[in-house]
């Protein structure tokens, strides 16, 4: 299974960049769709990927661009809509997954990649985000004639992340006193290298056809952790404060309405509600031994000496 014209949705991002790198190292053409080409300047000098400005949520634009390729991949993703009713996620992910779909059964192109989310749940999730990303993954699996494996990784990590390097910003923003919401919430935190790898291997191998991969790292860690390595790993001395459930849910409150920094929104506070870890252990026939944040992290964000024991002081 051998596909080298790739059309990737959600290119830009964090996992696309990954991705499209890891693609174009083995030499596949790549054809990336994105709202603003500009600003995708790291695409826009690789040798063998074409980035197209266009709105995706526009079938007849999918349509024309899919033509001629042999594999879409659909990264696309929001972790925060501007309201809370549930819309902005469900054009991002369920609109979307069904107009990818449609264009992909009309062209005759079978192969698609998927990602969604670790615990998603179109019936059961706590969240909006939870529940349409559950929805978008049921709706691509159920397609007749395509050829579909869906990715559901834990949070993921790596150079360029927004989450650790988001972490490391709102402690150097902070006074002394960190106040942290949903502090007992847990994380199996996946390197997006490990994920990737899953993605580039699936792509070529028939055995994944019709499989859904729960990725997630080596460890488990609380919130509150996790923001401790973080600010050790800055060298910033922070008291982290966890809250509780009902001061928990009024800084969700409070974070929901402001127009650009959001740490945590209502929807946020509900996903965490679920803790974000794996029942199984990663999947043996990638052959990957996924690698941790302690061997990661620091490559990145470390200032000084890399902190290699994880504090686990309350």
């Known amino acids: ?78 972790l925060n809509e501007p309201r809370d ?69 834990s949070v993921i990590f790596g150079p360029g992340d927004s989450f650790f390097n988001n972490f490391a910003k709102l402690i150097r923003l902070s006074p002394g006193v960190v106040p942290l919401a949903c502090p007992n919430a847990r994380f199996a935190p996946v390197y997006v290298g490990d994920v990737v790898e899953v993605m580039y ?24 952790q996790l923001l401790q390595y973080t600010a050790q790993l800055i060298h910033a001395r922070r008291l982290i404060v966890g809250l509780g459930q009902t001061p928990s849910r009024l800084m969700a409150n409070f974070f929901q309405y402001l127009p650009l920094f959001k740490p945590i929104t209502r929807d946020n506070y509900r996903s965490l509600q679920v803790d974000s870890i794996c029942s199984e252990v990663f999947p043996a026939m990638f052959g990957i031994t996924p690698r941790s944040i302690e061997e990661i992290v620091p490559t990145y964000l470390a200032k000084r000496d890399s902190v290699q024991q994880l504090p686990l002081d309350a």
Request: net charge positive.
């Open 1 to 78: 299974m051998m596909h080298k014209q790739v059309t990737v949705l959600g290119g830009g991002g964090f996992v696309g960049n990954h991705f499209i790198a890891r693609l174009v190292k083995a030499g596949h053409h790549v054809r990336v769709l994105t709202r603003q080409r500009e600003r995708h300047r790291q695409l826009l000098v690789l040798p063998t990927v074409e980035v197209i400005q266009t709105d995706i949520h526009h079938s007849p634009a999918l349509e024309h661009y899919f033509h001629g390729q042999d594999a879409v991949v659909n990264l696309v993703g929001i």
């Open 201 to 224: 291997q699936s792509l070529h191998r028939a055995q994944t056809i019709g499989q859904s991969y729960n990725l997630c790292g080596p460890k488990m860690y609380t919130l509150k």
């Open 85 to 153: 009713n549930g819309l902005g996620f469900r054009r991002a992910h369920v609109d979307l997954a069904q107009k990818v779909v449609h264009a992909c059964i009309k062209l005759g192109i079978k192969r698609l990649l998927h990602m969604s989310a670790l615990h998603a749940d179109a019936d059961n999730g706590p969240s909006y985000y939870l529940r349409t990303k559950g929805e978008a993954q049921k709706l691509v699996h159920a397609a007749v004639d395509l050829e579909v494996t869906s990715f559901c990784p």
